[in-house]
């Protein structure tokens, strides 16, 4: 056979594209380059060094590696002393769990995958928020999975449409993702709304995806409740991990936490095993470390979670009360996580037609980075990460600020 080389990308390569690159990174806005960048863009809590992992943590890790143990291939779903310790940590009353219920994978990020891949075929479609995290529609392109975007309401402080939820439903539907607390919107749901979304899942008879990496993660009042804990019939896979309140996100480790009901989750069990072992779970180490750190009895990680949420807390008022007060833009108040979403009335601009727009032009003249609502499918917000230091999160508002006036319709 005479072949001449032409090596080209495949269909899943070329269907992997991450909306936020597609929009953010054409090239077409650059930072001013009088003016110092204030990054809010990334939802890394690492980026300013003022937010940093318990030293207890990182002594853990260190007796781990010196101790020689975790050097071999752990088991694909993780060691079972750590899959117990995260059984622990994440089951509730009503919902307990035992180490057989949880699967490690690399990162939340991979535990989604996995949790997708296990539940759905090509042409099926999956529910899933709108404005959300884009790596579901990611994974679910990439795959060949259809997507559906549920709306989430601004005006009931992100609650779901429930009855949008509903229409959108059909014979090829086979699960509900919802993410609580919410990536872009720092929102947390109710015990009331989460019945609520329990109340379609059993009518539809839907398992529930649920994305709970931000659990614990809340401010005030607000208190997470895992939609597991709130149903004796509709399965449940829950996401979890420790990037976002462990500080680490470059550790990936993340987890799946199967809350079967009625044996319904058997052969997906069964099947998030065998996905487990395309990749045999993150690195050793990190998972080592988790019957320790996962302790809830332990008062140093305790205290250390208390401090983070009082910190985040702090930005997120903070936050709001600087934006509130700039005519235009209507911060809609964060009950959690590390996320602000803010409105835009284009109106009152001149020159600004769009979120993109004024994310690229706040970047051109203040070196403001924010993130446009569009990459995840919400038109005319943005959002800001408020985990960098007071001083920086001062400067950046005054220029926004300033921005703003500069070009305020007279
Ligand atoms: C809602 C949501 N889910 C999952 C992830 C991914 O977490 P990990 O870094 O553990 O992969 C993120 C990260 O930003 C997120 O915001």
Redesign the pocket.
Known sequence: MNREWNIQASNAALNTTNPIRAIVDTGKYKPNPEKSVIPLSI??PCVFGNLNVDQYVNTVLVENIQSGKFNGYPPSIGYEASRTAIAKFVETKTSPLTASDIIIA???????EIALTAILNPGDNILIPKP??S?YECICHSKGFNIKHYNLLPERSWEIDIDHLKSLIDSNTKAILI?NP???CGSNFSANHLQQILQVADQYRLPIIS?E??AGMTFGDNVFIPIASLTETVPVLS?G????RFLV?GW???WIAVHDRNNLFTAIKKSLVSLSQLILGPNSLIQSILPSILDTNNEQINKFFQTVNATLEEQSRFTVESLSKIDGLTPITSSG?M?QMIGIDTSKFVGIEDDVAFMGQLLQEESVFVLPGTVFGMKNFFRIVFCAPMEKLADAYQRISVFCENHRKK
């Open positions: 939802g890394d690399s990162g939340a990020s991979g535990a989604i959300g995290f790596l993410n919410s990536n872009p994305d990496i931000y996401i991990g420790i990037a976002k996100p990936r480790v993340g996580t996320y």
